[in-house]
């Protein structure tokens, strides 16, 4: 069983099992450091998974599908963002009402589009093929566990880089790093508090729907009713452990994928599914437990 | 002097009145969008609802039946929400109350009257015990307790699951539907108030809960200090209310409502545990108490309109084939629209017209 | 020469029912120090916001170098060169100097990176220039205040401000501190910049300023140079205890001859084709004397004629006086200075409580005596200087450590003992650690290290639950934030902590009538301004929640009172009144430990200071009258340990 934990194929599993998280979580990172606290980033994911299903149907072809998911996580992202941001609600309320309306508006529409309960699986829904990177096959043990990915993946892999970069190194990421830390400030300093809040939850909301882009064209090419499962939830949780660094929020990915990765792995063995089901979750708080363990010792009174 | 006080306050309750029926025209405004694009006419669609919700005696009973977890766990969510403690952990606290209290009531021989209370104190206990983790994981680490209930609930729903099958003995290649713990005995069970429904008891038990919680906050030195702890942390610790304890009594005391929903939904309406039964009841509780704002006794009343919603949205299905999540999708459009600051909003947009007027006097200069 | 750089025009601002700013109007020369002064709430925070674009007036204009501006937001007012360092600091804590600087004024490179090497050293050179050094790879979190306020006044000239707006900038400073920054702003006025400095104390303006304007409840009182004036004066404009005479209404047509004979006849000698406006205080006085003369009048009533004048603008009123006196007018004197009593009155009445008190002339009594009538029994002059019987320790804190909320050590191996009836102040630059030890010692935060004993019984790790039944009070800081709730009624924010350390008579009821007796008990006895106790504390404004607070913890018989920062932002006459009731209690025989920022504070009320510096306690003093604000300064700086 120790020898299943570091298989190729778990390893293999967990990148794969990575990329939607992690992109869901980069773009929760960005929402995290401009202080926007988005519990409906679930939502989000579910929502686009959706409309990627359909736009890889209507046109037979998984890029729509990206631009249908990414579309729509937008527009969640304004919804969120309008009730939020100005109608002054309170974020948390409108996060899980917004997860609550989203699990039936896809299953509502599926029905009225599809025609189906449950899930949707149409030969015309066109998944991203994997990607076989010339050199990279060549190395042994890596090779085998990052070559040949889906395409998503590796695209989850330079979004990673890409905002990592865009945070620290340039204006935008300075200004959305200022929003979180002090509005007032902010303000004094002539730069719109508001827009860039937007910009955060226009980031989230792109990265969010690439996410849930990931989940019915990542190969199974079917939607299934709540797809999401809480992943944009783990996603939130991820940012909040990295603190709303891109980099450390995608390694706290990657713990949760590979739990995730463990349970489908684990399931050939006699450990009851229902328990294995349950790894990413408690693995998920577990790692919160860990990350705030210097809390222990600080008495926060 | 004092008249032009009550005025005051009767007229931001007008307001707040207004906005409530204003959101709910919108609510029905989107619904018949929604329905006539699935194809049905919002009229029939209407119809069938009232109908299904206060048409006849076993329409009535529906509603009841609906609108009695929904009180409970709306109650739940109001012990947490007014101490400022986002407990959306209701649904897992109910799964596990739910098992524990399925389980009281087939194992145990009690008379009736020991049997029921036990069953739903077992509940409430079991409900108890799955809050105090997240609960302390919050007091000792800091762990956020929004993102943590939510992992547990669906760590809940997998292992009541796992439970159900440990218990029972079964494999894996058991039917779905065969899974489910034994029926409870006929002394673990409430009684039907309307015949042939689901209306139980447990309806008087769910305002019993409602009320006893109203009486909390108003009139007790307890019930003050969990909402100042609620309104102001760091006031309350200054004035001497030890927060640790009052902090894991607020999150148990959820829990323990959460379980004894759970336990009033086996020995009410289900009489044995099925894995997955509460489609998103404890999620019903959380936009209830959002609704009420925090109000017990609005929660009854929000809570029968929900019961309502849901009884009428079976019938509305059957007769008109119009799917019933639609009824859903508008309660969280409810939620939404009630969510609102009206007040900021209306601040906003004065402040924006005086910044259009200065630039038109500038012109003018 | 000196050029209007600024000029604002009958600026209005109104938030809700509150008149902030009502027709201001306002020019500021270049190369100039000039301040505006008032009270707290008079406007001065709401106007300077206007000026750097953060607030929009309701109506009114700016002009900026003559031309008119209509600014809708910071970044317009940064344009036009106008820069503000606010009073609550515009930093990002958790970003370092340099990314604070570069916020919003980004130098980028290629690709649109941020370019840091190239800020770094353009902000370099505006520090030297001006004589500021900062680190800038430090975070901000990491820096002491006063040199935070070096890096606001840094990024206001990196962002290419002419001129300066500094929102009373010397509140978080040393008295060394405060020269420093003096210095700094007379430099910058040397380099042309323009400096606009919003305070309310006195001295300061008086030593800074080049112009002067006076803002009180919104509207400008007066527009002066400091040598025209003197603190009196100032104080007078701001607080508004006008000189009030006994005249209705002005006439509008005024005889000049006759106005120049009675001026004459009584010794005076005003300008009569100037404007009032231009006009000096004390000659304010005397026209307004002339034109009751004018109108006849036999009796003459001046209502605290002096607070407004100079000693020598008294030494000149006392003159005309007593020449009014001798052509056979009679002048009633009203007055609360004892000391201007004596030398002028013929007959003097004292009134207590709207009671007269006593009949008497001056020759019958001195100033202790009158005090006495007036107060109604022996008045503390010199109290807190008087010596007192040193009682029994009651609270001892031997060898105290605690942490930050950051995690670094803030209060360091403190010991320090109060005794019964002491008032024991705390003095210190902000953030030396006071706070944490007050919290360490109330059990909001748990010390690492040391003991707390109370009454002989040792009260280290006890609760505040525990430390209020041991009838300990403590008034906080942070009003709005620690020391009430302001989503709740008075009643509810007036039994906390009341409902821990007495008891309902049911121990888990709330007892409705005795919570709303307490209330009113404290709203009558501090005088809190408010409708109905079940208005919502937070509709008060914050002298008022600041008394609710203080008569919430002193109304509960308590041995010892924690107070932090009593007085902070709240006006003159609730400072009074709590420094009084401070007094009050100690003289009752309660222990008092003061901890304020304010350094004034301390020495007018304790019999003892501790100064902290850096989180150990740098001196332990008598309060005598030869202490001065320089030595405990220089303690609050670790310059003499």
Request: glycine share 8%; charged share 20%; net charge neutral.
């Amino acid at each position: 069983m120790f020898q299943l934990l570091f298989s190729i194929s778990t390893l293999s599993a967990m990148i794969r099992l990575s990329a939607p998280i992690a992109l869901a979580a980069v773009g929760s990172a960005y929402g995290h450091k401009a202080k926007i606290f988005n519990i409906g980033l679930e939502s989000y994911v579910l929502t686009s998974a959706f409309f990627a299903t359909w736009g890889s149907y209507l046109f037979e072809n998984a890029m729509m599908g990206l631009v249908f998911g990414v579309v729509s996580g937008v527009v969640m992202s304004a919804v969120f963002g309008t009730f939020v941001l100005h109608f002054k609600s309170d974020p948390i309320v409108i996060g899980i009402a917004m997860n609550l309306s989203a699990w039936g508006f896809t299953t509502l529409l599926m029905y009225n589009i599809f025609h189906t309960r449950g899930s949707v699986m149409d030969s015309r829904i066109k998944s991203f093929s994997t990607i076989s990177i010339p050199l990279l096959d060549r190395i042994p043990f890596i090779g085998s566990i990052l070559n040949n990915q889906n395409a998503l993946v590796y695209l989850a892999f330079l979004v990673v880089v890409i905002a990592q970069i865009v945070m620290y190194k340039t204006p935008f990421g300075l200004r959305i790093r200022g929003v979180g830390s002090n509005e007032e400030a902010m303000q004094s300093a002539g730069v719109s508090v508001l827009k860039y809040k937007w910009a955060s939850l226009i980031v989230t909301g792109v990265l969010a729907g690439a996410a849930g882009t990931c989940l019915p064209l990542c190969g199974i090419s079917m939607f299934t009713e709540n797809m999401s499962a809480g992943k944009g939830f783990l996603a939130v949780s991820a940012a909040r452990i990295g603190k709303g660094d891109p980099l450390k929020s995608f390694l706290a990915c990657l713990i949760f994928a590979f739990a995730d990765a463990l349970s489908v792995g684990l399931q050939g063995f006699s450990i009851p599914s229902q328990l294995v089901l349950t790894a990413p979750y408690i693995i998920t708080v577990l790692v919160m437990c860990l990350t705030n363990l210097g809390e222990l010792r600080k008495e926060s009174v | 002097m004092k008249k032009k006080i009550n005025f005051k306050i009767s007229q931001t309750t007008r307001l707040e009145i207004l906005k409530y029926f204003v959101s709910a025209l919108l609510v029905m405004a989107i619904g018949s969008v929604i329905i006539l694009s699935q194809g049905n006419s919002p009229l029939e669609a209407l119809k069938a609802m009232i109908a299904g919700s206060v048409g006849s005696p076993s329409a009535i009973g529906t509603t009841i039946r609906w609108a009695t977890p929904s009180i409970i766990t709306g109650i739940a969510a109001v012990v947490a929400f007014k101490s400022g403690i986002w407990n959306c952990g209701i649904e897992g606290q109910m799964y596990f109350g739910a098992f524990a209290a399925a389980i009281a009531g087939s194992a145990i021989t009690l008379p009736r009257f020991l049997h029921i209370p036990v069953c739903l104190i077992i509940g409430g206990l079991a409900g108890m015990a799955f809050a105090f983790i997240p609960a302390i994981l919050k007091l000792k680490l800091n762990v956020n307790e929004l993102i943590c209930t939510l992992m547990l609930n669906y760590a809940a729903n997998l292992f009541t699951e796992y439970l159900v099958f440990k218990y029972m003995g079964f494999d894996a290649s058991e039917l779905a539907d065969a899974i489910a713990t034994p029926d409870m005995s006929q002394t673990a069970r409430l009684s039907v108030i309307i015949p042939k429904t689901s209306a139980t008891t447990a309806f008087f038990i769910a305002i019993g809960i409602a009320v006893i919680i109203y009486l909390l906050y108003r009139y007790t030195v307890k019930g003050y200090e969990l909402k100042q702890v609620g309104e102001n942390l760091r006031f309350s610790k200054y004035g001497g209310i030890n927060y640790k304890r009052t902090f894991i009594m607020i999150f148990l005391l959820s829990g323990f409502i959460s379980g004894v929903c759970g336990g009033t939904e086996m020995t009410g309406a289900f009489g044995k545990f099925r894995p997955a039964f509460a489609t998103n009841l404890g999620w019903d509780g959380v936009m209830i108490a959002s609704i009420a704002k925090n109000n017990p006794l609005a929660v009854i009343l929000i809570s029968i309109i929900w019961g309502m919603l849901k009884a009428g949205s079976f019938q509305m299905e059957r007769t008109t084939s119009t799917n019933r999540l639609v009824v859903m999708v508008l309660q969280s459009v409810f939620v939404l629209l009630v969510a609102i600051d009206y007040e900021a909003l209306f601040k906003h947009f004065k402040e924006k017209s005086q910044i259009r007027r200065l630039r038109i006097q500038k012109e003018e200069v | 020469m000196e050029d209007i750089i600024l000029e604002v025009k009958h600026i209005c601002k109104y938030f809700g029912n509150l008149t902030a700013n009502d027709d201001v109007s306002l020019r500021i020369r270049q190369g100039t120090v000039h301040s505006i002064i008032g009270e707290n709430g008079a406007g001065k925070s709401t106007l300077m916001n206007i000026i750097s674009g953060i607030y929009k007036p309701n109506s009114g204009e700016i002009y900026v170098k003559g031309n008119h501006v209509v600014f809708r937001n910071p970044n317009d007012a940064t344009k036009c060169g106008i820069g503000m360092v606010h009073q609550e600091f515009m930093l990002f804590p958790e970003l370092t100097v340099l990314e604070n600087l570069m916020m919003g004024f980004e130098t980028k490179k290629f690709g649109g990176f941020l370019n840091k090497k190239q800020a770094a050293r353009d902000i370099q050179d505006i520090a030297e220039k001006y004589g500021f050094s900062i680190p800038l790879d430090k975070k901000v979190s990491e820096l002491p205040v006063s040199l935070l306020q070096q890096v606001e006044i840094v990024k206001i000239l990196y962002k290419g401000a002419e001129i300066i707006i500094l929102d009373e900038p010397t509140s978080v400073l040393t008295p060394q501190g405060i020269e420093g920054l003096f210095q700094a702003i007379r430099y910058l006025t040397k380099q042309g910049k323009t400096v606009i400095l919003i305070t309310h104390k006195l001295k300061e303006v008086m030593e800074i300023s080049d112009y002067i304007t006076v803002l009180k409840n919104g509207v400008v009182t007066g527009n002066l140079k400091p040598e025209e004036t003197d603190e009196h004066g100032l104080a007078n404009l701001m607080v508004g205890r006008q000189v009030l005479f006994n005249t209705k209404k002005q006439e509008k047509e005024i005889a000049a001859r006759d106005i120049q004979d009675i001026a004459e006849k009584y010794g005076f000698s005003i300008p009569l084709d100037k404007k009032v406006s231009e006009l000096p205080v004390s000659l304010l006085q005397q026209v307004e004397i002339v034109k009751i003369l004018y109108k006849g009048a036999e009796i003459i009533i001046l209502d605290e004629p002096t607070s407004v004048l100079t000693p020598q603008g008294i030494e000149g009123l006392f003159q005309a006086i007593r020449y009014l006196t001798k052509q056979g007018k009679t002048v009633i004197l009203i007055t609360h200075k004892l000391k201007e009593v004596m030398e002028i009155s013929d007959y003097i009445t004292v009134l207590k409580n709207g009671v007269v008190t006593g009949n008497l002339k001056p020759e019958e009594t001195d100033e202790h005596g009158l005090a006495n009538l007036m107060v109604g029994r022996q008045v503390l002059f010199n109290t807190k200087k008087q010596e007192k019987e040193i009682a029994e320790p009651i609270l001892e804190v031997k060898d105290l450590t605690a942490l930050g909320s950051d995690g670094i050590e803030k209060v360091k191996h403190v010991s320090l003992s109060v005794r019964k009836g002491e008032i024991l102040g705390i003095a210190g630059v902000a953030g030396s650690g006071q706070g944490e030890l007050i919290e360490a010692i109330f059990g909001l935060r748990n010390p690492e290290n040391g003991t707390i004993i109370y009454k002989g019984e040792d009260i280290t790790m006890a609760s505040p639950r525990k430390k209020r039944e041991k009838k300990i009070g403590y008034v906080p800081q942070d009003r709005i934030s620690t020391g009430c709730n302001v989503h709740a009624d008075l009643i509810e924010n007036c039994i906390m902590g009341y409902h821990v350390a007495h008891k309902f008579k049911t121990p888990w009821l709330i007892n409705k009538e005795e919570a709303s007796a307490f209330t009113h008990s404290v709203v009558e006895n501090y005088q809190v301004k408010v409708q109905d106790i079940h208005n919502k504390i937070g509709e008060l404004s914050g002298g008022n929640i600041q008394k609710t607070i203080v008569g919430r913890e002193f109304s509960q018989n308590n041995d010892l009172l924690i107070i932090e920062d009593p007085t902070r932002g709240i006006d003159v006459g609730a400072i009074e009144f709590i420094w009084q009731k401070i007094i009050d209690v100690a003289q009752k025989g309660v222990s008092v430990l003061l901890v304020s920022h304010e350094l004034g504070e301390v020495m007018e009320l304790s019999d003892r200071i501790l100064v902290m510096y850096n989180g150990e306690i740098a001196a332990d003093l008598e309060n005598t009258p030869e202490l001065d604000e320089k030595t405990i300064g220089l303690y609050m700086l670790g310059g003499k340990s």
